[in-house]
């Protein structure tokens, strides 16, 4: 299990990576004309799934990753302050790929506004 400053590396890793992303597909297509927004929902780490009595959930919500209606753990998109879906889809999952390499099941998420 991580502590609080292993668990907030690793999603510093992540928002790092999210921005990379983000930069690099504005340089490669530019920010495109269809609005809306893009989350990363987290469900399980090492196939368990995560809740917020478990001290890993307890963990996230203390680093501000916060659980939607489902009570699914779910982190918005923070990295990038434009509008474009796409550039948002792109920030979002390079996030996802990142908890994934440490062990989350973890997908991004978008919906068109």
């Not at 916060?66 to 920030?91: A, H, L, P």
């Not at 973890?106 to 068109?112: D, I, P």
């Amino acid at each position: 299990m991580f502590t609080v400053d292993q668990l907030e590396d690793i999603l510093t890793e992540a928002q790092q990576a999210a921005r990379a992303a983000t930069a690099q597909h504005i340089i490669a297509h530019g920010e495109g004309p269809m609005c809306g927004f893009a989350w990363i929902n987290i469900y399980e780490f090492q196939g368990k799934k995560i809740t917020g009595n478990t001290k890993l959930g307890r963990l996230l919500k203390q680093l501000g990753v916060r659980q939607d209606y489902t009570r699914t753990f779910s982190q918005w998109c923070n990295w990038y302050m434009g509008q474009s879906i796409d550039v948002k889809e792109s920030g979002a999952r390079a996030y996802a790929e990142v908890l994934q390499e440490h062990g989350f099941t973890a997908y991004a998420g978008s919906r068109l506004d």
